[in-house]
């Protein structure tokens, strides 16, 4: 069982930059395919990006537009997403997901381990 823990996310205004790391526990880390949702306000939870367990593949959503990055410290057990030139839209719950089969996929029935939420506000 893997159990994994957010950290960062708060307020931050639009333009600016943010980073979330997600700690894991359990399990092979470094067998692990990692990524990132989130969840708009009145919005299903979408996928944001996913690294694969090699760490050589990223996958990001259309809407990224080049402005996040996702890595992975297998050493530190985590995964992080640098999240720059933030806009409104971003506002939303972040979660951090694992992946047994350690691919990085964007179908959340694809991930078998969740993180709880990390609220994140992009103000005007």
């Known amino acids: 069982q893997v159990q994994l823990v957010a950290s960062g996310g708060c307020l931050v205004q639009a333009g600016g930059s943010l980073r979330l790391s997600c700690a894991a526990s359990g399990g092979t880390f470094s067998n692990l395919g990692l990524a990132w949702f989130r969840r708009a306000p009145g919005s299903e939870r979408e996928f944001v990006a996913s690294?694969?367990?090699?760490?050589?593949?990223?996958f990001y959503a259309d809407f990224v537009q080049g402005r996040f990055n996702i890595s992975r410290d297998n050493s530190k057990k985590t995964v992080d997403l640098q999240m720059n030139n933030l806009k409104e839209g971003d506002t939303a719950v972040y979660f951090c997901?694992?992946?047994?089969?350690?691919?990085?996929?964007?179908?959340?029935?694809?991930?078998?381990?969740w993180g709880e939420g990390k609220q994140v506000n992009v103000s005007a």
């Open positions: 997901a694992a992946a047994r089969s350690g691919l990085a996929r964007q179908k959340e029935y694809r991930y078998d381990y």
């Open positions: 690294i694969m367990w090699t760490g050589g593949m990223t």
